[in-house]
């Protein structure tokens, strides 16, 4: 399987191009993360079904410059992925939410 390291001549987009839907993305510590459901512009956009409260609504980025490399078919992140999910945000229509785990559920 092909890997691709960031190096620090290569850009995000480089990176980015290497990234395929229905990668996995892991952690630096092999935890997982999510799936890529597709690239948009400089940020990674994860499957719903990854949506931590579990009501598959909504779609959780990850900026591309998080990628450390792509290799052995995943998405390898240069943090832990108890980090990554904090780090990443929801879009639901005008707000933008930061860290997966901070959708609550509803009482």
Not at 88 to 107: D, L, N, P, Q, R
């Amino acid at each position: 399987m092909r890997t691709t390291p960031r190096r620090s001549g290569m850009s995000g987009s480089a990176l980015a191009s290497q990234i395929n839907e229905h990668m996995p993305v892991v952690g630096s510590d092999g935890g997982h993360v999510g799936t890529v459901d597709k690239v948009e512009e400089d940020r990674i956009k994860l499957t719903r079904k990854d949506d931590p409260d579990g009501s598959g609504l909504h779609h959780h980025y990850l900026p591309v410059s998080a990628v450390a490399s792509v290799e052995d078919g995943e998405v390898r992140l240069g943090m832990e992925a108890d980090r990554a999910r904090k780090l990443a945000t929801i879009s639901t229509g005008s707000e933008t939410t930061h860290g997966m785990g901070s959708m609550g559920a509803a009482s």
